[in-house]
């Protein structure tokens, strides 16, 4: 059971462009929502993460939006370098340790 | 280099073998955690620490998986009868008293033949 879900396994933007990557959860219990970014033979990277008790959070160039109601979260990126390219990954935690991750999105940012 | 290493960085074995990878955390770090990931698909939690104390272990970890985190510092996970099935990316994990935001390690990728 996925409960963590990126439908999108792939993306390309072009550079200068916003990048918008998308993840959507089934279990309403999640209270900490995080994106992570992955090179290749490295581990992942943590980005950016919002609590349950907001919508929005931004961090420089990085900005995750939270819709709780239709369970969806989204990453942001604006706007999009080439360094950006990686694989990105959305994870959920509920009053635990454990993060869920879903099966990420890999962006390509195209000069 | 502070952050967390895991060694080795890639493990070829036979199907049967026993293997053990080491994860070194970030010093301050109190909380290690292990992750494991397939091909196209995200990390999967297996199992963490707080100090020593093993707090969480996934139903993943079969039988044939322990870990252990002697004095709260590094930890090692071992495999024992390796299958087929466990070749993976074995992730490793830290942080200091916030789960949300987990420092990985490169991961050590074994391939069992």
């Known amino acids: 059971d996925q409960q963590v879900k990126q439908n999108s396994p792939s993306l390309s933007v072009q550079e200068g462009r916003i990048s918008i990557l998308n993840c959507d959860y089934t279990n309403s219990m999640f209270d900490y929502f995080l994106w992570y970014k992955k090179y290749p033979a490295e581990g992942p990277t943590f980005l950016i993460s919002i609590s349950s008790i907001k919508d929005k959070n931004e961090d420089g160039r990085f900005t995750v939006f939270l819709n709780k109601s239709a369970k969806h979260l989204s990453l942001h990126i604006v706007p999009s370098q080439p360094g950006d390219s990686a694989v990105y990954f959305c994870?959920?935690?509920?009053?635990?340790?454990?993060?869920?991750f879903g099966t990420g999105t890999r962006l390509q940012v195209f000069p | 280099d502070t952050g967390v290493s895991q060694d080795p960085r890639h493990k070829i074995t036979k199907r049967g073998q026993n293997v053990t990878f080491r994860c070194d955390p970030i010093?301050?770090?109190?909380?290690l955690y292990w992750y494991r990931q397939t091909l196209g698909q995200g990390p999967e939690f297996l199992t963490y620490?707080?100090?020593?104390?093993?707090?969480?272990k996934s139903r993943l970890l079969s039988d044939r998986f322990s870990a252990e985190r002697p004095k709260g510092s590094f930890s090692t996970l071992e495999i024992q009868r390796t299958e087929q099935g466990d070749s993976a990316m074995y992730l490793c994990?830290?942080?200091?008293?916030?789960?949300?935001?987990?420092?990985f390690g490169p991961g050590t990728r074994l391939t069992v033949l």
């Open positions: 010093s301050e770090h109190n909380r």
């Open positions: 994990a830290s942080s200091f008293d916030r789960p949300d935001e987990q420092f």
């Open positions: 620490f707080q100090n020593e104390a093993q707090l969480e």
């Open positions: 994870a959920a935690s509920y009053n635990t340790d454990k993060l869920i």
